[in-house]
């Protein structure tokens, strides 16, 4: 995956998406090629991703019409229409409508700290052949106010970090009650949180306020007022917010944690969602977790090196939609303003010794 980063300095919409979607023209269209093939490879035929993608769509502008202006603006730009940019946006809802083939085994650890920032760090699983190339993207939301996040071509938004301090982490989520397609993209309530919160509290109540047909985990980290971290469980059976443990840290893999939604939890036969949890739990540092990306990764891999769970390598021996690979590994730096990363696994960056910031 190569990763691109993209400036949008003071641009206000709609120049602003006009702008990112001009110049991410060809790589939109080769996004939505890929994902218009691979759900077909998983099934879901064309009629439905168009009818989730016009329900999500119109959920989004009755949610928050400044976000569906937002998605308008970068179609204009890449010369495309709403709904076909919704095949990205609303990937996950389209995706919901087919039973789980596997996708999104991302890990998320965070932690709230007493003696300084939080710690937030997440690898990104997903398929190669659908993002050969992603966007670094930042952007500013308001006068005064910067977001920084890593994210699909024409996706508004994923992984990321705010000047004020909040970042936010993303990892897909199965319930039986997913599928239904009208709901509001997971990935417009990502980017609002982002362009509006800072705090926790403000991100949970933004959250709490969008209807969703596609089961998702925000999880949010805070500077302000003292350094918190919770994970936001979105489904259509309710949201809930999971809070950090007594020692401050907080694992988010892809199973329902909450006790009132872990019922409807779904899993494909060969999800590690409970093999990395376990994992991860034990290789958590008792003490100190300050320090850049390189050494946190190479403590979350333990004594497994790169045979750790957390780190998944493509299998070639299985049908292309079924291959998945740790694409990115990254850490939000909230106190310096940056997101430390690395195109690959954590042991790869531990290996390295080093990674890149935006």
């Excluded at 309710?238 to 939604?261: F, K, M, Y």
Aim: charged content about 25%; overall charge negative; aromatic content about 6%.
């Amino acid at each position: 995956m190569r990763l691109h980063e993209h400036d949008s300095g003071g641009r206000r919409s709609p120049e602003r998406g006009r702008e990112f979607g001009r110049v991410w023209a060809s790589r939109i269209h080769t996004a939505i090629a890929a994902y218009r093939r691979h759900y077909l490879q998983l099934g879901i035929d064309p009629d439905t991703c168009a009818a989730v993608s016009e329900k999500s769509c119109q959920a989004l502008f009755a949610w928050h019409p400044a976000l569906g202006e937002e998605l308008e603006s970068i179609a204009g730009g890449a010369g495309i229409t709403v709904a076909e940019l919704g095949l990205l946006n609303s990937r996950t809802e389209i995706l919901a409508a087919a039973p789980p083939k596997g996708d999104g085994e991302c890990s998320t650890v965070a932690r709230a700290r007493a003696d300084g920032p939080p710690v937030a760090f997440q690898t990104w699983d997903w398929h190669p052949h659908l993002v050969p190339d992603a966007a670094l993207w930042r952007y500013s939301p308001a006068p005064g106010r910067w977001v920084k996040t890593f994210t699909e071509p024409g996706m508004l938004a994923k992984i990321g970090l705010n000047s004020a301090g909040l970042g936010v982490n993303f990892n897909l989520l199965h319930h039986r009650a997913d599928g239904a397609g009208d709901g509001v993209p997971v990935h417009a309530i990502a980017r609002r949180i982002l362009d509006e919160a800072g705090t926790v509290r403000e991100a949970v109540d933004l959250a709490r306020s969008a209807t969703v047909s596609a089961s998702t985990a925000i999880t949010v980290t805070a500077l302000a007022p003292v350094a918190e971290a919770v994970s936001i469980e979105l489904t259509p059976a309710g949201t809930v917010a999971i809070p950090a443990r007594a020692d401050g840290w907080l694992i988010r893999t892809n199973h329902l944690l909450s006790p009132s939604l872990r019922d409807g939890d779904v899993r494909h036969p060969t999800s590690t969602t409970l093999l990395r949890y376990a994992h991860l739990d034990k290789a958590l540092p008792a003490g100190e977790a300050a320090g850049g990306l390189p050494e946190l990764a190479g403590r979350l891999c333990g004594e497994a090196g790169d045979e750790a769970p957390i780190c998944m390598r493509e299998d070639l021996r299985l049908p292309e939609p079924a291959r998945r690979r740790t694409m990115l590994t990254v850490r939000l730096d909230h106190a310096g303003g940056f997101m430390e990363y690395w195109p690959g696994t954590p042991a790869d960056v531990a290996e390295e010794g080093h990674a890149r910031r935006f």
